[in-house]
């Protein structure tokens, strides 16, 4: 009788884990993907189309009346804020994640003038038809870019703003050719899971991978393998450009609101690092200096830096960074 070995049965095993972690094949609106809280759908007209924008509102058990909105990177989506909305419900928030349009499970469009004034303009109009009218506004990567424009069009209704490892703090366009947004279409449909685990190993994690970190590159993974994805990939392609050539940075002066930058400082990220020279290119994503120069910039901003975690603090170095944001917050 043929028996396996127990190394056979234990590399079985961990593929089993593996497959088991691993998200089917997604649609482009993440369909059958389930989120950490029920999901919700607000309609929107701009543009002549009818789009949806998925959103969480996690009510707490206890509240202080006061609401946060959280407002995700551009390799991610609102499911993230996961362990961040709990402790700030449990701390009597109401929270309001959003999947802006062309992420998550909203809308992908095949055709939209992608601007952060645009989605700025979505998230406002989703705090309108919730009763928010003031909200602290604190935003990740992308979401810190859309964070600051959301805070200068609102500064009625953003209460406190605080930007995680954004990106934005440098103008890239001063460094780096621009690149068509055919050429980002292309490199999008290149993308896979080895692709997209190692840019986030290398980018955000320091060559240093955790279990916790695998859902996020398998749910990425997950639209490269289904007939939507070509439509995820021009969405992706788009919103590189917005961010390309839509800088903050030279606005920062003009924000009024209390701001807490929290900075992972090993984080180098930096748009079109690998499209310049070497020389160029260390000069470029130097969180460090330009934590510093963003907490100089913005009146009266607090930074926090954080030795030895990068771009993604929430997620790698959560208890260093929930503990500072929920100070700042409770803090009258």
Same mark, same amino acid.
């Given at each position: 009788? $043929?028996?396996?070995?127990?190394?056979?049965? %234990?590399? !079985?095993?961990?593929?089993?884990?593996?497959?088991?972690?691993?998200?089917?094949?997604?649609?482009?609106? =993440?369909?059958?993907?389930?989120?950490?809280?029920?999901?919700?759908?607000?309609?929107?007209?701009?543009?002549?189309?009818?789009?949806?924008?998925?959103?969480?509102?996690? *009510?707490?058990?206890?509240?202080?009346?006061?609401?946060?909105? %959280? !407002?995700?990177?551009?390799?991610?989506?609102?499911?993230?804020?996961?362990?961040?909305?709990?402790?700030?419900?449990?701390?009597?928030?109401?929270?309001?994640?959003?999947?802006?349009?062309?992420?998550?499970?909203?809308?992908?469009?095949?055709?939209?003038?992608?601007?952060?004034?645009?989605?700025?303009?979505?998230?406002?109009?989703?705090?309108?038809?919730?009763?928010?009218?003031?909200?602290?506004?604190?935003?990740?990567?992308?979401?810190?870019?859309?964070?600051?424009?959301?805070?200068?069009?609102?500064?009625?209704?953003?209460?406190?703003? &605080? %930007?995680?490892?954004? &990106?934005?703090?440098?103008?890239?366009?001063?460094?780096?050719?621009?690149?068509?947004?055919?050429?980002?279409?292309?490199?999008?449909?290149?993308?896979?899971?080895?692709?997209?685990?190692?840019?986030?190993?290398?980018?955000?994690?320091?060559?240093?991978?955790?279990?916790?970190?695998?859902?996020?590159?398998?749910? =990425?993974?997950?639209?490269?393998?289904?007939?939507? $994805?070509?439509?995820?990939?021009?969405?992706?392609? %788009?919103?590189?450009?917005? &961010?390309?050539? *839509?800088?903050?940075?030279?606005?920062?002066?003009?924000?009024?609101?209390?701001?807490?930058? /929290? /900075?992972?400082?090993? #984080?180098?990220?930096? =748009?079109?690092?690998?499209?310049?020279? #070497?020389?160029?290119?260390?000069?470029?994503?130097? $969180?460090?200096?330009?934590?510093?120069?963003?907490?100089?910039?913005?009146?009266?901003?607090?930074?926090?830096?954080?030795?030895?975690?990068?771009?993604?603090?929430?997620?790698?170095?959560?208890?260093?960074?929930?503990?500072?944001?929920?100070?700042?917050?409770?803090?009258?």
């Amino acid at each position: 009788m $043929y028996r396996k070995s127990a190394f056979t049965l %234990l590399l !079985l095993f961990i593929a089993y884990l593996s497959n088991a972690q691993k998200p089917a094949p997604q649609d482009a609106e =993440l369909s059958t993907y389930k989120y950490p809280y029920p999901v919700h759908y607000f309609q929107l007209h701009t543009q002549g189309q009818s789009l949806r924008m998925a959103f969480m509102d996690v *009510q707490p058990a206890t509240p202080n009346g006061k609401a946060i909105v %959280l !407002l995700h990177g551009k390799n991610f989506c609102g499911a993230y804020w996961d362990s961040t909305a709990a402790s700030l419900s449990s701390k009597g928030f109401r929270v309001i994640m959003p999947d802006q349009v062309g992420f998550g499970k909203s809308s992908k469009p095949a055709q939209l003038q992608y601007t952060f004034q645009q989605l700025a303009q979505n998230t406002k109009a989703l705090l309108d038809s919730l009763g928010i009218k003031k909200t602290a506004v604190l935003g990740h990567s992308m979401g810190g870019m859309l964070a600051v424009r959301f805070t200068l069009m609102y500064p009625e209704t953003a209460e406190k703003l &605080i %930007l995680e490892n954004p &990106i934005g703090l440098e103008d890239w366009k001063l460094k780096v050719p621009y690149q068509p947004i055919d050429q980002w279409y292309k490199g999008e449909l290149t993308q896979n899971y080895e692709k997209i685990k190692k840019y986030q190993l290398d980018n955000y994690y320091a060559g240093q991978w955790s279990p916790a970190y695998e859902k996020w590159a398998a749910l =990425l993974a997950s639209w490269t393998e289904h007939a939507d $994805y070509p439509r995820v990939a021009w969405n992706a392609a %788009l919103t590189y450009d917005m &961010i390309f050539t *839509q800088p903050v940075v030279y606005e920062f002066g003009q924000i009024k609101t209390p701001t807490l930058l /929290i /900075i992972g400082q090993r #984080d180098r990220t930096a =748009l079109g690092k690998a499209n310049v020279p #070497d020389d160029v290119k260390k000069t470029m994503g130097n $969180y460090p200096e330009l934590g510093k120069r963003a907490a100089a910039t913005i009146p009266g901003a607090t930074l926090v830096p954080l030795e030895g975690v990068g771009h993604l603090p929430h997620i790698e170095a959560y208890s260093r960074f929930i503990n500072p944001l929920i100070a700042f917050l409770e803090y009258n």
